[in-house]
């Protein structure tokens, strides 16, 4: 999306410099043409002469339909070309631009409902012509210093393009431009992405975008809005990529968009700035005229909800936030997806509001559809190739951070799992990777992930054959959860990946404790599912309430507050560890980014490393019956490989989870002074990391780490369809399973991040050094077995291991590396040269040859 972005704004400078170049040489091309005819297209310094014969807008328009709207629009009745009226008062008017994907394919970045945000463009009269201009919302100058006269400096407004005024009514103060031009392209937005870098040219791309097939699908015109589905096309003669089965033609494949134009807001609407300790969408404002060390004004985005009762502590809003669920729903959800919407007045009445969501049921004969901007739509299909469970775009008035609109979809693909049999072989899949700019805030893999969830839950219950009711119950709590967090991101509401560890393990297997609450401080989380070892302490499996992080959050957002004080004694109850705040740029995914191991997705619990290893052992448990629980007479093996599969993921994020707390620093964001505060960092006890290393040396790394029950990988085995038997050989790869398991830890371990952390830290209190760590480290990988036979797992591990130790001191990275992690590198390889002395078995002494001869070559190449 930075990229795109990027090339958003290279595209919009090409136009404006095109703009700049071409019309100066069509301005002459024409006069050539014309020869001694008046001139049509005005040179910039030139006053407009008057016209002696000036057309009409009524003869341009007389064979088109006229279509009524905040822009009123003309189509030919023939040809179907547009033309466009603008008014007088129009003109540098400020409008917003919003662009949503109708229909698309998942290969071009384009599908259903995907949001292509919001920008303010003004429009302007220049001599005679109309201009669409973008306008820039990132900064804010203070009217009342003298810096605001110099605030366009170095600003660039995008000209997306510049129109001829065919006729105008002067009496009426009208317009008449032809919109094929503003419409059929990519003006306001960019629709094709652009080829990345190190894209593959076998990757699918897009043709040309083809100017005689692209059209206009549909018009609607509103008094505040203009909307206009574009069905782009894009040809290519030949590709080498064809796509999925969902694209039929690669040749030609068509995008559609609708586009918005709205009228900008005049309203009461009260702007919200953001605070570091709630996590909303925002939209950035610097203050160019402030000297703060944090001359932030971003925008939170929020729905303008204004008391019907203004003296009332709670009060029905004047207009509520009004859901609808799209007829395409499934009978047999819908009251289910309600009750989940509605979960979060509870919320708005801590804010004092009632009743502050509405759930309707779009009827089959509604003569709108969900892409109607003026619905907000709970919308569900079933797609070829499915972007996601669920996802939650919301668009807003960039001026204000004002949400104008929402809407949330679902795929069915949440609940059949369809795609989830092929991708949980695929080990280095990594379908959690994040984008970290700030125009992807908006990304949500919930419904992939509780999809994954949910596949596990289903094995456990199937393997220790709990009834069906479970079944049920884990479809329910999910549907409930899953609309409960897409729902929270249409409120302004991003991601709190901090807010798994309400409950310790024992209370998380007290059904009657839990039962009807929210699992997590937030459902703006990604958790692991609450599945009990003993099964008759099975409560519920997710959230069933949004929890108190969610209220407190919809506090800040939306209670209409008195006094700044008011809400800054809000804010500074952000020390209550159940409202604590971390969001997917804190989270400890990936090791680039989170330092605070309490801040990670798949985690669970206020004990995480403690839950980790119990649920190693229920996975191990679930593994020992699947052979005989999960699989159906007459039916092929999938749904049994499938569940392999499943566990051994379940079993790797155990290992990720743990391994994030060995050199994992506790981070505060709470204000100086603030009451409940400390101090921002503080390291992870000696104990926990220990405990850490020690479950990593036990559960990932020992020789009997991963052992499936005996027979097993005779039968894991996939369904063939048709001629395929999917891709590459088909067997199912187990040492490559299980090293990448082991690599998951591993990289993170020895990512020179952590590395440089756990010696830095040690100056603040960090007291597992890294000597020790390395060393710890180490031992776990060799010390069982180096002595004697080796197995084929450990071989994989040993020498992976090794080789990255040689990466570290002289590979392509190393100069990322601190001077000290390098030193333990040379010391640990020398260590690992002495202990490898060939003994054991035949594969055991090659295995150890091997080890010796890689360090060998390497310790010669260290300088
Ligand atoms: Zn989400």
């Given at each position: 999306m930075k990229h795109q972005k990027l090339s958003a704004l290279k595209f919009l400078s090409v136009v404006f410099l095109m703009t700049l170049f071409l019309t100066p040489l069509n301005a002459e091309a024409q006069k050539k043409k014309r020869g001694k005819k008046k001139d049509q297209v005005e040179a910039p310094a030139k006053p407009a002469p008057k016209k002696s014969k000036e057309k009409k807008i009524s003869d341009l328009v007389k064979s088109s339909k006229k279509i009524e709207g905040l822009f009123t629009m003309y189509q030919d009745t023939v040809t179907g070309s547009l033309q466009m009226l603008i008014s007088e008062d129009q003109i540098d008017k400020e409008f917003i631009h919003f662009n949503q994907v109708a229909d698309g394919v998942l290969e071009a970045g384009r599908f259903r409902g995907a949001y292509g945000g919001s920008k303010v463009f003004k429009i302007e009269k220049y001599f005679n012509k109309i201009e669409f201009v973008t306008q820039n919302t990132s900064f804010y100058f203070d009217p009342e210093n003298p810096l605001s006269k110099s605030k366009d400096a170095n600003i660039s407004n995008g000209i997306m393009e510049s129109v001829k005024i065919e006729a105008q009514d002067e009496n009426k103060g009208l317009y008449l431009i032809k919109a094929d031009g503003l419409f059929l392209s990519e003006t306001f937005s960019q629709i094709k992405p652009p080829r990345s870098p190190g894209q593959s040219p076998m990757a699918f791309k897009l043709g040309n975008l083809s100017k005689t097939k692209t059209k206009v699908n549909s018009i609607r015109n509103y008094d505040k809005n203009t909307n206009l589905v574009v069905e782009y096309v894009y040809s290519s003669p030949s590709v080498l990529n064809r796509g999925s089965n969902a694209v039929t033609d690669g040749r030609n494949v068509s995008i559609k968009v609708l586009h918005s134009l709205i009228e900008m807001p005049d309203n009461d609407y009260e702007i919200r700035y953001d605070d570091p300790r709630v996590g909303y969408f925002t939209t950035q404002v610097t203050d160019q005229t402030s000297t703060s060390a944090t001359p932030y004004r971003d925008l939170v985005h929020r729905w303008n909800l204004k008391k019907k009762d203004p003296n009332a502590a709670i009060s029905e809003p004047v207009k509520p936030i009004t859901w609808w669920i799209e007829n395409t729903t499934p009978m047999e959800w819908r009251k289910t997806i309600k009750n989940a919407v509605l979960q979060w007045n509870v919320a708005f009445e801590k804010a004092g509001f009632k009743n502050a969501m509405v759930v309707k049921t779009q009827p089959d004969d509604a003569d709108w559809d969900a892409g109607d901007i003026r619905y907000n739509v709970l919308r569900w299909t079933s797609s070829p190739r499915p972007p996601f469970g669920g996802y939650g775009p919301s668009f807003v008035n960039p001026k204000t951070g004002q949400i104008l609109g929402a809407d949330v979809m679902l795929e069915f693909v949440h609940f059949s799992g369809r795609v989830l049999v092929g991708k949980v072989f695929d080990a280095d899949i990594n379908e959690e990777a994040?984008?970290?700019?700030?125009?992807?805030?908006?990304?949500?893999?919930?419904?992939?992930?509780?999809?994954?969830?949910?596949?596990?839950?289903?094995?456990?219950?199937?393997?220790?054959?709990?009834?069906?009711?479970?079944?049920?119950?884990?479809?329910?709590?999910?549907?409930?959860?899953?609309?409960?967090?897409?729902?929270?991101?249409?409120l302004g509401l991003n991601h709190n990946m901090r807010g798994s560890q309400l409950f310790s393990p024992e209370e998380l297997s007290n059904p009657e404790l839990i039962k009807g609450k929210s699992l997590s401080t937030s459902v703006m989380e990604y958790p692991a599912i609450n599945i009990t070892r003993d099964r008759s302490k099975q409560g519920i499996y997710y959230d069933n309430a949004v929890g108190p992080y969610d209220e407190w959050a919809i506090e800040f957002g939306y209670k209409d507050f008195s006094s700044e004080a008011e809400k800054q004694e809000l804010l500074n109850k952000s020390a209550q560890p159940k409202l604590a705040f971390g969001n997917d740029a804190d989270d400890m995914r990936s090791s680039n980014r989170g330092i605070d191991p309490r801040v990670n997705i798949y985690d669970l619990s206020n004990d995480a490393i403690g839950y980790a290893i119990d649920r190693i052992h229920l996975v191990n448990e679930t593994m020992e019956n699947i052979k005989t629980k999960l699989v159906t007479e007459g039916k092929s093996y999938q749904e049994l490989t499938r569940a392999y599969g499943i566990l051994q993921r379940e079993y790797r994020n155990s290992g990720t989870t743990m391994s994030r707390y060995i050199g994992g620093v506790y981070v505060d964001r709470t204000m100086a002074g603030q009451e409940g505060g400390t101090q921002p960092y503080t390291p992870v006890s000696l104990e926990d990391q220990k405990r850490a290393m020690n479950g990593l040396r036990k559960y990932i790394f020992s020789p009997n780490a991963f052992e499936a029950p005996k027979g097993l990988y005779n039968y894991l085995a996939r369904q063939r369809r048709g001629f395929n038997l999917g891709a590459g050989?088909?067997?199912?790869?187990?040492?490559?399973?299980?090293?990448?398991?082991?690599?998951?830890?591993?990289?993170?371990?020895?990512?020179?991040?952590?590395?440089?952390?756990?010696?830095?830290?040690?100056?603040?209190?960090?007291?597992?050094?890294?000597?020790?760590?390395?060393?710890?480290?180490?031992?776990?990988?060799?010390?069982?077995?180096?002595?004697?036979?080796?197995?084929?797992?450990?071989q994989n591990l040993q020498l992976e291991y090794t080789n990255k130790l040689i990466e570290m001191l002289i590979g392509k990275s190393s100069s990322r590396y601190i001077n000290n992690a390098k030193s333990m590198a040379l010391y640990n390889l020398k260590k690992i040269r002495t202990m490898a002395s060939p003994s054991g078995n035949i594969a055991s002494i090659a295995h150890k040859q091997h080890l010796r001869t890689l360090i060998d070559n390497a310790l010669k190449e260290v300088k």
């Open positions: 994040f984008d970290f700019s700030n125009e992807n805030q908006m990304r949500c893999s919930a419904g992939y992930l509780m999809a994954k969830n949910t596949l596990f839950g289903q094995a456990v219950v199937r393997a220790f054959e709990d009834s069906d009711l479970e079944l049920e119950k884990i479809l329910h709590d999910n549907m409930m959860r899953l609309i409960m967090h897409e729902v929270g991101h249409t050989p088909e067997d199912p790869k187990i040492h490559n399973l299980v090293l990448s398991s082991q690599q998951s830890v591993l990289n993170h371990l020895l990512h020179p991040n952590t590395l440089q952390r756990i010696t830095d830290s040690e100056l603040y209190g960090n007291k597992y050094k890294l000597s020790t760590v390395m060393n710890d480290l180490n031992n776990a990988i060799f010390r069982a077995d180096i002595y004697g036979n080796v197995n084929s797992f450990r």
